[in-house]
């Protein structure tokens, strides 16, 4: 018997980029983590490197790694800003991140340089159905 593939849900208010990492915004800041479809794709997550508080992000530029069984991949800033807070548990227990990467797993909270570049990432709608069709 062939297995269906698994369809992905994504929480309706985050934004995604084509690379798969989310930024959600919370008032004047945006949490960001990478969605639950690269999580899946990764496998058993043994390693994050995050940017220290206070480093600048910029849109498209690699901000960290995070390390599987299977590979290392680089990281990428859904939007310019600052880093104010980073998951430190994320980075003393990696497998948090494949619990629950929405809630419990996110990696940074960032200040924005201008909240309206979110809207230059893909809705949740989007992005599911980009992710769900291969």
Do not use: C
């Not at 959600?24 to 690269?38: H, K, M, Q, T, Y």
């Amino acid at each position: 018997m062939i297995s269906q593939p698994m369809a992905f849900e994504f929480p309706a208010s985050f934004r995604f980029a084509d690379s798969h990492e989310y930024a959600n915004a919370d008032g004047e800041l945006v949490r960001v983590g990478i969605s639950a479809f690269a999580v899946d794709q990764l496998g058993d997550i043994v390693f994050v490197d995050l940017p220290e508080v206070g480093a600048e992000l910029s849109k498209g530029a690699s901000f960290g790694s995070v390390e599987s069984v299977k590979a290392v991949e680089d990281m990428y800033a859904p939007i310019d800003g600052e880093v104010v807070q980073r998951n430190e548990a994320v980075l003393a227990s990696p497998e948090e991140l494949q619990n629950d990467p929405y809630g419990e797993g996110w990696l940074l909270v960032v200040k924005p340089k201008d909240l309206s570049q979110l809207e230059t990432l893909l809705d949740a709608a989007s992005y599911g159905a980009k992710v769900n069709a291969n």
